[in-house]
Nanobody
Framework: QVQLVESGGGSVQAGGSLRLSCAAS????????VAWFRQVPGKEREGVAR???????SYADSVKGRFTISQDNAKRTLYLQMNSLKPEDTAMYYC??????????????????WGQGTQVTVSS
């Protein structure tokens, strides 16, 4: 059974940066659709960014130009570089993965495998 483990969350002031990591216990992400989501208590989980097996990325409008998703297959690790952070970016961030698929969608229902989450708090 593959496990995903996030790290890198924390507290930062507005305008600051954080880099989240998501390590897979088995398999590289080279043949996977992988993504980052976030959730605030009382609200639905929302997609932040995804990268497909061809390296093509897609972002939510709210983070375009500020966040960058990338992966290091040698390390079996997915990253989310977050710059120019805003208080509204405060949330629990989750990574998700799905292997051996041709399509890649930034929707919650597309993924069955999730990490445990890492908290990001941005203060004004």
């Amino acid at each position: 059974q593959v496990q995903l483990v996030e790290s890198g969350g924390g507290s930062v002031q507005a305008g600051g940066s954080l880099r989240l990591s998501c390590a897979a216990s088995r398999y590289t992400y080279s043949s996977a659709c992988v993504a980052w989501f976030r959730q605030v208590p009382g609200k639905e989980r929302e997609g932040v960014a995804r990268i497909d097996s061809d390296g093509i990325t897609s972002y939510a409008d709210s983070v375009k130009g500020r966040f960058t998703i990338s992966q290091d297959n040698a390390k079996r690790t997915l990253y989310l570089q977050m710059n120019s952070l805003k208080p509204e970016d405060t949330a629990m961030y989750y990574c998700a993965a799905r292997w051996n698929v041709r399509s890649c969608y930034l929707t919650v229902t597309y993924f069955a495998l999730w990490g445990q989450g890492t908290q990001v708090t941005v203060s004004s």
